[in-house]
């Protein structure tokens, strides 16, 4: 038996009604061809409730957003940190490289301090160097998700951190990556592909400095 969908309700009428071809319900004229089934559902009435709370889960994902938009604008709102970055280009197998960044700012402070230094090296880049040693010893070192952290609680205006490292692997580009940031300030990022070079092997008496306390 057909079964025809009132436009206007919404009732399934049957052509056993009485009433048809109007609607039992509303009087109306019932449509000569049924619309499709999944236009028939979201012509259904939605419930009150249904309603409010899809108004609600809305305007409470709008929110988490909003707030975790403040967040990062927070994060990367400061002064900038001007860093003076000296990064080596090649290194030959067993050799020591050393990358030098100094620390300075716009301000016209010349004795300002710079509270709550950290040196970061992502995992790629440790995963390509050894940390040979950090000047000047940093007085932390932490290890936080995908990097290393290497902290001090103060250093003064033209500071200049020295990385000492040596290539974990013999052969291919050794990837360096670090970041120095401090407390109000937007961190500055240092990047640089390292390409080993082949050397000969040097004779005795130029060994590693005896640091090695940052490759644990």
Not at 36 to 57: E, K, N, Q, S
Not at 64 to 91: F, N, W
Not at 135 to 145: A, F, L, N, S
Request: proline content about 8%; aromatic content about 8%; charged content about 20%.
């Amino acid at each position: 038996m057909k079964r025809i969908v009132c436009a206007a309700c919404g009732l399934v009428n049957l052509e056993k009604f009485l009433s048809f071809p109007h609607c039992a319900a509303c009087g109306a004229l019932l449509p000569q061809r049924q619309p499709a089934r999944w236009r028939v559902f979201w012509r259904r009435p939605i419930p009150t409730l249904y309603f409010a709370l899809a108004i609600g889960g809305g305007l409470s994902a709008l929110a988490v957003g909003v707030i975790s938009i403040a967040r990062e604008t927070r994060v990367r709102v400061g002064k900038p940190l001007l860093v003076y970055a000296r990064l080596p280009r090649t290194l030959a197998p067993g050799q020591i490289g050393v990358a030098s960044l100094t620390l300075d700012s716009a301000e016209e402070n010349p004795d300002a301090n710079f509270e709550g230094v950290q040196l970061r090296l992502g995992r790629d880049t440790l995963r390509d160097l050894s940390v040979v040693a950090i000047k000047p010893p940093p007085k932390r070192v932490e290890v936080r998700g995908n990097g290393r952290y290497y902290g001090w609680d103060a250093l003064p205006r033209g500071t200049q951190v020295q990385l000492s490292f040596k290539a974990r692997k013999p052969n291919g580009n050794l990837r360096l990556r670090a970041t120095l940031g401090a407390t109000d300030y937007v961190p500055f990022e240092a990047r640089a592909t390292i390409a080993q070079t082949p050397s000969t092997p040097a004779s005795g008496g130029q060994g590693a400095p005896k640091v090695g306390s940052y490759n644990k």
